[in-house]
């Protein structure tokens, strides 16, 4: 991890290319309206004139980013996810709304996707799913391409915090 790492901040032009195809996709799969011109302003100019979430938490991304930098090192715990959560969505209109509970997990059910949506792990059970999770790969050592994505398809099914990927009126229908 050191390697890539060290890649990333000695190549401006790939650390620049990496920040914004990052924020872009992600914040894309959770909703987004920028498009990749929009996140790469905000990058650039840090101009926020745009949907202000989307461009908050697109800014936030960039932060994000060179937490994971500066963290890549440490094991991943549930408290480094909250932090990295936290810092996603600082500013926005998520952070002092109750529902999304940032700083801690989610507090409500969610769900992911429109077609073929399915439900998340339910609240009271994030926890003890993100331990069992954590544990398994933690106890893996080496961790192989295949595996860091298993552990991204288990961490998003759990979808430990309460931004689901579905918009809220048809998370009701999810939950019934």
């Not at 905000?42 to 697109?58: G, H, K, R």
């Not at 936290?86 to 709304?97: A, H, Q, V």
């Amino acid at each position: 991890m050191t390697k890539i790492k060290n890649e990333l901040i000695s190549h401006t032009d790939l650390y620049v290319w990496t920040q914004i195809n990052f924020a872009y996709h992600s914040n894309k799969i959770e909703g987004s309206h920028l498009s990749k011109n929009q996140t790469k302003q905000i990058f650039e100019t840090n101009d926020l004139t745009m949907d202000l979430d989307d461009a908050l938490e697109a800014r936030n991304h960039f932060r994000l980013f060179d937490y994971m930098l500066k963290t890549v090192d440490e094991p991943l715990s549930k408290e480094m996810m909250i932090q990295m959560n936290m810092i996603l969505k600082r500013g926005t209109s998520y952070e002092d709304n109750p529902a999304y509970n940032v700083g801690g997990f989610k507090v409500r059910e969610n769900g992911i996707g429109m077609i073929n949506s399915f439900k998340t792990t339910k609240p009271a059970d994030v926890e003890t799913e993100l331990d069992a999770l954590l544990e398994k790969f933690q106890n893996k050592g080496v961790l192989s391409f295949e595996d860091i994505v298993e552990f991204h398809v288990c961490f998003e099914r759990i979808h430990p915090f309460g931004d689901g990927n579905v918009p809220l009126r048809y998370q009701q229908q999810i939950a019934a």
